[in-house]
């Protein structure tokens, strides 16, 4: 059988190079995207399955470069995961457009452009996109009106994206995890957040990388082929709570 390949952007850490590894572990190749040529390549340097390409999905130039490069390379595109993304959080009187334009054009630009710069490939091997959004895009918080805003317009372009591509074999869904065990969120996360999240999340307790990357692995694969247009919380129950985590609201 002809190996897939998956392109994954943001893939020098976190959810992306979870995603990544559970990949490889699956059978598959990588292209790792990330704008942080650095610390891309420490991540890709063990990864025998995977090459790293160093661009910035915001750009459309870029977008269409890394596409060319990454087909020249793989021959082929089976999968993207759109995963890039900028969390920068602040009251909305703070926000002020360049701040606005800041977040929308990674979280929501990158987003679409990867996504058009890659359909002829997905179209080719009726292939699946994935596009990470966020709990903040299925339930508002303070601090997160443009990164919120952001999330909730991926959820929805992924709907145009099933709507529309599902005729050319392409599966579009979304993922949107909840509170994840990241090293950023845990040197942000004050105690008092930490166990304000734990007492509105179902489970009890923040998920892993890895968690969310199972649910992003099975969703690209051949064993969710008849799973399109879906937005999945991966959140351990949080959005079935409603609002409330006063220790945000600071």
């Known amino acids: ?13 976190g959810i992306g190079l ?8 699956e059978g598959w190749k990588v ?8 610390e891309l ?7 025998d399955q995977a090459q790293a390409f160093v661009f910035d999905v915001s750009i459309p130039e870029q ?3 890394m596409v060319a490069e990454v087909t020249a390379a793989f021959g082929r595109i089976d999968a993207v995961v759109n995963n890039a993304g900028v969390a920068d959080f602040g009251p909305i009187a703070e926000t002020d457009f360049a701040r606005w334009r800041r977040v929308m ?9 990867v996504s058009q710069a890659t359909t002829p490939a997905l179209k080719e091997t009726k292939g699946a996109l994935v596009n ?3 709990i903040s895009g299925l339930r508002a918080s303070t601090l997160r009106v443009a990164y919120g805003t952001s999330k909730a317009a991926v959820i929805q372009l992924t709907k145009q994206q099933a709507a529309e591509l599902g005729e050319h074999g392409i599966r579009a869904n979304c993922v949107c995890p909840g509170p994840v065990r990241t090293k950023l969120a845990m040197a942000v996360h004050s105690p008092e957040i930490i166990a304000a999240y734990h007492d509105a999340i179902p489970l009890n307790r923040y998920g892993s990388e890895r968690e969310i990357a199972e649910v992003i692995v099975f969703l690209c694969s051949d064993r969710a082929s008849y799973v399109t247009g879906q937005v999945v919380a991966a959140d351990g129950g949080f959005d079935s709570t ?4 006063p220790a945000l609201r600071v």
Request: proline residues 0%; without cysteine; hydrophobic residues 50%.
């Open 105 to 113: 054009e990674t979280n929501l630009d990158g987003v679409f452009l």
């Open 242 to 245: 409603g609002v409330g985590l």
């Open 18 to 25: 979870a995603t990544t590894k559970l990949f490889i572990e």
């Open 31 to 38: 292209a790792m995207i990330d704008r942080d040529g650095d």
């Open 132 to 134: 990470i959004a966020s």
């Open 63 to 65: 977008v269409d470069q």
């Open 1 to 13: 059988m002809t190996q897939k390949v998956a392109l994954v952007t943001g893939a020098a850490r």
């Open 41 to 47: 390549a420490v991540a890709a340097k063990d990864l």
